[in-house]
């Protein structure tokens, strides 16, 4: 069977990085991570929280952990990569052994402007300083003049624009010079004043992952962009996404080959069986659903989540039933399931 332990996440840090130290020295640092899991309750699709310890060292040349310290703060958004850990030790008020999962951070990128010293600074509004068109010279030195065009604000991207050594003598001649431009990347607007974002994952009604999509703009930056289902299409976010939509593939690949053993050993099995409380006649008092199937067929160590088992109602009479099961990924199988008085089952 496949065998795979890698981890892509693209989520928000929960809390400021801690350093570890080892040997009176930084070695790495520790941080919480949080992404959102899409889960169907009752027809509607919402965000489920998952809340996940990471932890990130220092290997050779590359200072990652010092790098996490000094550049990411809670709540900023990232991507990560790892894979899975599962430290184990002994509670020191006797509560016998005690495990967790985390993840340990192999590479990462930001997504959002980095902080402190490795941040790129949004560039100052700086006076603009009026020409002196003079001839005894008063405003100006040694026959030079300087102009600063400040950035509104409310322009869609930051530009900081200085030309130095025009003359006076015209308004063209202000082109001449050097010209410094510092600019910060924003969201690309389309069409109505939409935003441009690319997808990270597939959204429902929306499109797919990769696909460049126009939103309105509290949609994109009020559901999208926090929950890391979009980003803002520059170059470098494109690029990575490129890389994550491969390393996604592989993964899918390999939870394909998973699926497809799983079906295959349910099809083998002669079913399961669900006690419930019934009458005399074999009526319900309560009802079979996707719980009660996913529960036991767990029970027989067949991971199938609840949202895997597909019926048009709930069973309310005890009875033999075939249920379909969607593993995912277009995969479908089917289980028997014996629905049985709870005194009855010996």
């Not at 169907?40 to 990130?56: F, H, L, S, T």
């Not at 990411?72 to 005690?98: A, F, S, T």
Request: aromatic share 6%; glycine share 10%; with cysteine.
């Amino acid at each position: 069977m496949a065998n795979l332990n890698k981890v892509m996440l693209i989520g928000r840090l929960t809390r400021d990085p801690e350093p570890i130290t080892v040997g009176g020295s930084t070695s790495g640092a520790k941080f919480g991570f949080a992404v959102n899991n899409r889960k169907q309750v009752n027809g509607e699709w919402k965000d489920v929280p998952v809340w996940i310890d990471c932890e990130i060292w220092n290997r050779g040349e590359s200072k990652q952990a010092d790098r996490v310290i000094n550049t990411l703060r809670k709540g900023q958004q990232v991507y990560l990569e790892g894979h899975l850990k599962l430290d184990e030790w002994e509670d020191k008020n006797g509560g016998g052994k005690r495990n967790a999962l985390r993840v340990v951070v192999e590479t990462f990128q930001y997504l959002e402007a980095k902080q402190e010293g490795e941040a790129r600074p949004l560039a100052p509004r700086q006076p603009s300083m009026a020409r002196t068109n003079n001839n005894n010279g008063a405003g100006r030195s040694n026959g030079a003049s300087y102009m600063t065009a400040g950035t509104s604000t409310h322009r869609p991207l930051a530009v900081e624009v200085i030309r130095a050594g025009a003359k006076t003598t015209s308004r063209s001649d202000f082109v001449r010079g050097p010209i410094v431009v510092k600019q910060r990347h924003q969201v690309p607007h389309g069409k109505n004043g939409n935003l441009k974002l690319v997808l990270t994952e597939d959204v429902q009604y929306l499109g797919k992952q990769g696909d460049l999509v126009e939103v309105r703009p509290g949609y994109g930056r009020n559901y999208l962009l926090p929950r890391g289902l979009a980003t803002i299409p520059t170059a470098h976010n494109l690029q990575l996404l490129e890389r994550f939509k491969i390393r996604v593939r592989q993964a899918r690949e390999a939870r394909m080959a998973d699926l497809k053993a799983l079906a295959e050993q349910i099809n083998k099995m002669a079913g399961v069986t669900v006690e419930a409380h019934a009458n005399d006649e074999g009526h319900l008092y309560g009802s079979v659903g996707p719980a009660e199937i996913s529960k036991a067929l767990r029970g027989k160590n067949l991971p199938v989540d609840e949202d895997m088992v597909r019926m048009d109602s709930h069973i309310k009479e005890t009875g033999l039933y075939a249920v379909k099961l969607n593993l995912g990924f277009d995969i479908e199988t089917e289980v028997k399931v014996g629905v049985l008085k709870a005194q009855d089952k010996k």
